[in-house]
């Protein structure tokens, strides 16, 4: 079986400070593990997915995440944070050849000017 | 190249009326999913379609929820009869083929049930 975990529901962050986002995933297998972002009545954009190559993944929009296994965790980061990033934010995990995703509950990001 | 198209966008309804949602998904991507928003939950997947077979449908309300995808394109969601419960935002996504992971959203359909 799979899950996510997404700790903190609401994070808060002052405009040009570090963004942590934090994913602790379960699997059974090596996973494949997606972040995806959200602005209000739109659909998820993929920001990066890890999939077995790198452990460091560079996405869109300056994010980037770290797949550690001895932690299980897949930590969304941004060094500087800017007000366009205020969406919620998921992080699913799947396996090979396997496209069910399980989501985690969200995080919503608000930037302070 | 066009991303997944759906409508409506919204859509309110009374409860016990039926309803129904079309996805289009991205041209040449054989797997379409569905999935459905809870306000302040993740995506759960619905059911997945694999052309217009179903791959997955373990998590669909067969006595209220049915969905088909003709000719492995479009596909359309009916919910009848609805319920108080089923408000929620329906995403569509569809994705080139199995193994490759990534899944690409529509904007979803914002659903109410009063």
């Known amino acids: 079986a799979q899950s996510v975990t997404q700790l903190g529901s609401h994070v808060s962050v002052s405009e040009g400070a570090l963004v942590l986002l934090r994913c602790n995933y379960s699997?059974?297998?090596?996973?494949?593990l997606f972040w995806y972002v959200q602005y209000p009545n739109q659909g998820l954009q993929l920001l990066l997915k890890?999939?077995?190559?790198?452990?460091l993944v560079k996405g869109i929009n300056g994010f980037e995440a770290e797949f550690k296994k001895s932690e299980t965790s897949f930590h969304l980061t941004k060094p500087s944070a800017h007000m366009s990033d205020a969406a919620e934010y998921f992080c699913?995990?799947?396996?090979?050849?396997?496209?069910?995703?399980?989501f985690g509950s969200g995080t919503k990001l608000n930037v302070k000017p | 190249e066009a991303g997944v198209a759906q409508s409506p966008r919204y859509k309110i309804i009374e409860k016990r009326q039926s309803v129904a949602f079309w996805c289009n998904p991205i041209?040449?991507?054989?797997?379409l999913y569905w999935y459905q928003q809870i306000l302040g939950q993740g995506p759960k997947l619905l059911i997945q379609?694999?052309?217009?077979?179903?791959?997955?449908d373990s998590q669909l309300p067969k006595d209220r929820f049915s969905a088909e995808r003709l000719k492995g394109v479009d596909s359309t969601l009916k919910i009848q009869p609805a319920k108080l419960e089923d408000s929620a935002v329906y995403l569509c996504?569809?994705?080139?083929?199995?193994?490759?992971?990534?899944?690409?959203f529509g904007p979803g359909t914002r659903l109410t049930v009063t």
């Open positions: 699997s059974s297998v090596p996973p494949y």
């Open positions: 890890y999939t077995s190559a790198a452990t």
């Open positions: 699913a995990v799947t396996r090979p050849n396997f496209n069910k995703f399980y």
């Open positions: 041209s040449g991507h054989a797997t």
């Open positions: 379609f694999q052309n217009n077979g179903v791959v997955d």
């Open positions: 996504a569809s994705s080139r083929d199995r193994g490759q992971g990534e899944q690409y």
